[in-house]
């Protein structure tokens, strides 16, 4: 409440406020795992997808060119940073990851290692 | 196998921290009013409103859109957005598991009620990072004048 002039904070500063966490969307098929979490006001230059062993973190800092001279008149949301973390297991191939954000979605593609991938087993009778 | 990725630690903390953003988020965030239109937690898109001294802005929090699906339109002082966010998930069968869903998708629709003031005529809409952001400017009555002293 302390300073209403502020729809959404931008300034590096403020980035230690708590994040919010994104919602996401995570399916598997047989080749890997895609992950999409919708970080609105996120551009490419303020996301961060960091691997640290097996974790796997997404950060994103909001960022508007709001006028200086703009008070609230209402607000839902307060979000001036996303993050939110996920552990990766080991059959995944933490190296093949791509990432790709459009539209303030990002699309996370996780690979399984080539040898965890299904394979058909041959059954040959004798 | 691996459950990992998508189990979520429900620590204390997370559970308070879930609690918080639900509570500012249906009182608005910090305490800032909220229309008679807006709604309660859970409205996609989330809107914010400011005012400037020479128009409202209005920011609606909506990633992954088709600019050109978007649908806005003003009447009588009311700003409805309206529009529709494709699905990315793919149907479920028996070579994909979906393991969280918590994106909406579909069609949506909302309405903000403008102040009194703007010019309808005068409306500015930019669809940017996931971020649909309207400026719609004051009338010219209500924009701030420097009058001429003689």
Same mark, same amino acid.
């Given at each position: 409440?302390?300073?209403?002039?502020?729809?959404?904070?931008?300034?590096?500063?403020?980035?230690?406020?708590? $994040?919010?966490?994104?919602?996401?969307?995570?399916?598997?098929?047989?080749?890997?795992?895609?992950?999409?979490?919708?970080?609105?006001? /996120?551009?490419?230059?303020?996301?961060?997808?960091?691997?640290?062993?097996?974790?796997? #973190?997404?950060?994103?800092?909001?960022?508007?060119?709001?006028?200086?001279? +703009?008070?609230?008149?209402?607000?839902? /949301?307060? +979000?001036?940073? !996303?993050?939110?973390?996920?552990?990766?297991?080991?059959?995944? %191939?933490?190296?093949?990851?791509?990432?790709?954000?459009? %539209?303030?979605?990002?699309?996370?593609?996780?690979?399984?290692?080539?040898?965890?991938?299904?394979?058909?087993?041959?059954?040959?009778?004798? | 196998?691996?459950?990992? +990725?998508?189990?979520?630690?429900?620590?204390? !903390?997370?559970?308070?921290?879930?609690?918080?953003?639900?509570? #500012?988020? #249906?009182?608005?965030?910090?305490?800032?009013?909220?229309?008679?239109?807006?709604?309660?937690?859970?409205? !996609?898109?989330?809107?914010?409103?400011?005012?400037? $001294?020479? #128009?409202?802005?209005? !920011?609606?929090?909506?990633?992954?859109?088709?600019?050109?699906?978007?649908?806005?339109?003003?009447?009588?002082?009311?700003?409805?957005?309206?529009?529709?966010?494709?699905?990315?998930?793919?149907?479920?069968?028996?070579?994909?598991?979906?393991?969280?869903?918590?994106?909406?998708?579909?069609?949506?629709?909302?309405?903000?009620?403008?102040?009194?003031?703007? %010019?309808?005529?005068? /409306?500015?809409?930019?669809?940017?990072?996931?971020?649909?952001?309207?400026?719609?400017?004051?009338?010219?009555?209500?924009?701030?004048?420097?009058?001429?002293?003689?």
């Amino acid at each position: 409440m302390a300073d209403r002039n502020e729809l959404t904070t931008t300034k590096p500063a403020e980035s230690n406020q708590r $994040p919010v966490s994104p919602a996401v969307d995570i399916f598997e098929d047989a080749g890997g795992i895609t992950l999409l979490a919708d970080m609105p006001g /996120v551009s490419k230059e303020r996301l961060d997808v960091k691997l640290d062993g097996d974790n796997l #973190s997404i950060e994103g800092h909001v960022e508007m060119d709001l006028p200086a001279d +703009m008070r609230a008149l209402w607000a839902e /949301v307060n +979000m001036p940073r !996303f993050r939110r973390t996920f552990t990766l297991s080991r059959e995944l %191939d933490a190296s093949g990851i791509e990432a790709n954000l459009k %539209d303030g979605v990002l699309m996370l593609r996780v690979p399984k290692q080539a040898h965890a991938q299904p394979r058909r087993i041959e059954v040959t009778a004798s | 196998m691996i459950d990992t +990725m998508f189990s979520r630690p429900q620590s204390l !903390f997370d559970q308070l921290d879930a609690m918080h953003r639900l509570l #500012s988020r #249906s009182l608005g965030a910090d305490g800032a009013p909220g229309g008679i239109r807006s709604v309660a937690y859970g409205a !996609f898109p989330e809107i914010n409103v400011g005012r400037t $001294p020479t #128009s409202v802005e209005v !920011f609606a929090f909506a990633p992954g859109i088709d600019a050109a699906s978007l649908d806005v339109t003003i009447e009588r002082n009311i700003l409805k957005i309206s529009g529709a966010r494709a699905s990315f998930t793919p149907a479920r069968d028996a070579k994909v598991q979906l393991y969280a869903n918590e994106r909406p998708e579909g069609r949506f629709s909302r309405a903000v009620t403008l102040p009194d003031d703007v %010019d309808p005529m005068k /409306v500015e809409a930019k669809y940017r990072d996931g971020v649909l952001r309207i400026s719609i400017a004051l009338s010219a009555a209500a924009q701030p004048q420097r009058i001429a002293v003689k």
